[in-house]
């Protein structure tokens, strides 16, 4: 049975910092590439970061630098730092684990909210 569990969110001031995680069980962790997205009220989800099979890293161009993606093959982990929070990253973030050559092979977690507040 595959799970991929995302943890780490809560409630932070602006400026602050989170590291959220994606816990993931049930697949070879090292054949998916990995993709946080995040989705706010009322907006259309939308792709934060993603880090490959081989390493490589995009994010949106939004983020400006503020968020750093990587992963941990042997603990079938990854995670998303996010410093420099504004209220506009307020958001569910979400966990996508995608097999590098099977197209079918796409899991979600449950999401982790953030909240950028003062």
């Known amino acids: 049975q595959v799970q991929v569990v995302e943890s780490g969110g809560g409630l932070v001031q602006p400026g602050g910092s989170l590291r959220l995680s994606c816990a993931t069980s049930g697949i070879t962790f090292r054949l998916y590439d990995i993709n946080w997205y995040r989705q706010a009220p009322g907006k259309q989800r939308e792709l934060v970061a993603t880090?490959?099979?081989?390493?490589?890293?995009n994010y949106s161009a939004s983020l400006k630098g503020r968020f750093t993606i990587s992963r941990d093959n042997a603990r079938r982990m990854a995670y998303l730092q996010m410093d420099s929070l504004k209220p506009e990253d307020t958001a569910v973030y979400l966990c996508?684990?995608?097999?590098?050559?099977?197209?079918?092979?796409?899991?979600w977690g449950q999401g982790t909210q953030v909240t950028v507040s003062s």
């Open positions: 996508n684990t995608d097999h590098h050559s099977l197209s079918w092979a796409n899991y």
């Open positions: 880090i490959t099979t081989t390493g490589t890293i």
